[in-house]
T-cell receptor, first 113, second 116 residues
Framework: ETGVTQSPTHLIKTRGQQVTLRCSSQ?????VSWYQQALGQGPQFIFQ???????GRGNFPPRFSGLQFPNYSSELNVNALELDDSALYLCASSLDRRNYGYTFGSGTRLTVV | AQTVTQSQPEMSVQEAETVTLSCTYD???????LFWYKQPPSRQMILVIR??????QNATENRFSVNFQKAAKSFSLKISDSQLGDAAMYFC?????????????FGTGTLLAVQP
């Protein structure tokens, strides 16, 4: 079975631009969560998608938005990038929203200059 | 609110020795899961061990074991016979069972160095 795949692996953007990060969930998993991991910190929950609907959101502004597609892959969109958005963005999938076995991707390293 | 605290930013252990990483947590829920994840330079979070709060028996996975003290809200990870490949960042995390959103709450991590 395939694991979680994230793309791109690295990205450099300019302040004020918009960015889209992608995540392919593990086969059979219908729930995807996104986390932001700033340098030297633990991951922070951004939001979760379950069967194409947002199923909970952390303390992030509305310029962080997402989508989940019928094949359960997902996108994270960030508008009006700020320097503090520079971080590793991790995607994790699970079998179901009530299942606590998570598979993480290797993340996208976003640098905002 | 759920919180997870790791008070050891860095730890070091000699190869083949034993090391214990500390974690405390706080939650108002009675049912929850606790995890230890390993994050090597490849960046992918790898599950080391998981503990269900309702289970009194401490979880073990080969060289990895936990000391789960529910009343003290403590969840430490013991690594026995440390190997060079154990060097990584280790995160303690919790999730409340049965909530509408199964979001993980992470600590700030402990960087483990293994000396040959």
């Amino acid at each position: 079975e395939t694991g979680v795949t994230q793309s791109p692996t690295h990205l450099i953007k300019t302040r004020g631009q918009q960015v889209t990060l992608r995540c392919s969930s593990q086969s059979g998993h219908n729930t995807v969560s996104w986390y932001q991991q700033a340098l030297g910190q633990g991951p922070q929950f951004i939001f979760q998608y379950y069967r194409e609907e947002e199923n909970g959101r952390g303390n992030f502004p509305p310029r962080f938005s997402g989508l989940q597609f019928p094949n359960y892959s997902s996108e994270l969109n960030v508008n009006a990038l700020e320097l503090d958005d520079s971080a590793l963005y991790l995607c994790a999938s699970s079998l179901d929203r009530r299942n606590y076995g998570y598979t993480f991707g290797s993340g996208t390293r976003l640098t905002v200059v | 609110a759920q919180t997870v605290t790791q008070s050891q930013p860095e730890m070091s252990v000699q190869e083949a020795e034993t090391v214990t990483l500390s974690c405390t947590y706080d939650t108002s829920e009675s049912d929850y899961y606790l995890f230890w994840y390993k994050q090597p330079p490849s960046r992918q979070m790898i599950l080391v061990i998981r503990q269900e709060a309702y289970k009194q028996q401490n979880a073990t996975e080969n060289r990895f074991s936990v000391n789960f003290q529910k009343a003290a809200k403590s969840f430490s990870l013991k690594i026995s016979d440390s190997q060079l490949g154990d060097a990584a960042m280790y995160f303690c995390a919790s999730v409340n069972y049965g909530g509408a959103t199964n979001k993980l709450i992470f600590g700030t991590g402990t960087l483990l160095a293994v000396q040959p």
